[in-house]
């Protein structure tokens, strides 16, 4: 069965701080890659995708992330973190021609001011 | 476009009560999808539907949970009876095929609880 894995369920960081989430998927065909955002209180929202192409991807506010095809991973990074990123960030895979988008556990990230 | 509307926003119920979840997308999509959210289990995928069709409800934890798709622009998520490890917070989500560029679209979600 497809499985997405994150590493860190939460993680603490002062502002200015560089930040790196890992994820990594389980699925051997062809996939779209996303990261999703939720805010406190919010719903979740799109941050970035893959689908073809360069590896790296960038994102809305500042952040990228890199998919490396033979480790199955696709992690999340920003280079100065600001307190207004605090959030649940999920990784989701999405088997090709299928639709069907699988999330990874979350990771919480903290941004002390 | 006002987005994917769920309904209500917050329930609460005793267990054993019968419980529905509405949600309505985004006009035009024709992806739907049920995810539920806990702090154990993150998010998790429940079922979805392509042109009201169920396509995969292997996520759907029991025979007590059930969702419908009458038609492209309502569904609903029923859970009977209700049980105290059902409260989560229920998420729907929809999204177009045809286009790549879509993503998943969320509600706001029903934070549901059951005592």
């Known amino acids: 069965a497809q499985s997405v894995s994150q590493h860190n369920h939460h993680v603490i960081l002062s502002e200015a701080a560089s930040l790196e989430l890992g994820c990594n998927y389980s699925?051997?065909?062809?996939?779209?890659l996303f990261w999703y955002v939720q805010y406190p209180g919010q719903h979740l929202q799109l941050l970035l995708k893959?689908?073809?192409?360069?590896?790296l991807v960038k994102g809305i506010k500042g952040f990228e992330a890199e998919f490396i095809k033979s480790k199955f991973s696709f992690n999340l990074r920003k280079p100065s973190v600001q307190w207004s990123d605090t959030a649940e960030y999920f990784c989701?895979?999405?088997?090709?021609?299928?639709?069907?988008?699988?999330f990874g556990q979350g990771t919480t990230l903290q941004v002390k001011p | 476009d006002a987005g994917v509307i769920q309904s209500p926003r917050h329930e609460v119920t005793e267990m054993g009560q019968e419980v529905t979840l509405r949600c309505k997308p985004i006009?035009?999509?024709?992806?739907l999808f049920w995810y539920r959210q806990t702090m154990m289990r993150g998010l998790e995928l429940l079922i979805y539907?392509?042109?009201?069709?169920?396509?995969?409800d292997s996520g759907m934890p029991e025979d007590r949970f059930s969702a419908k798709m009458p038609n492209a622009s309502f569904s609903t998520l029923k859970i009977q009876p209700s049980e105290p490890r059902d409260s989560a917070v229920y998420f729907c989500?929809?999204?177009?095929?045809?286009?790549?560029?879509?993503?998943?679209?969320f509600g706001n979600g029903t934070r549901l609880t059951v005592t």
């Open positions: 893959y689908f073809s192409g360069d590896p």
């Open positions: 989701a895979v999405s088997p090709s021609n299928t639709g069907k988008l699988i």
């Open positions: 539907f392509n042109n009201n069709v169920p396509i995969d």
């Open positions: 989500a929809s999204s177009f095929s045809r286009d790549y560029n879509s993503p998943l679209h």
């Open positions: 699925y051997g065909g062809t996939v779209n």
């Open positions: 006009s035009g999509h024709d992806y």
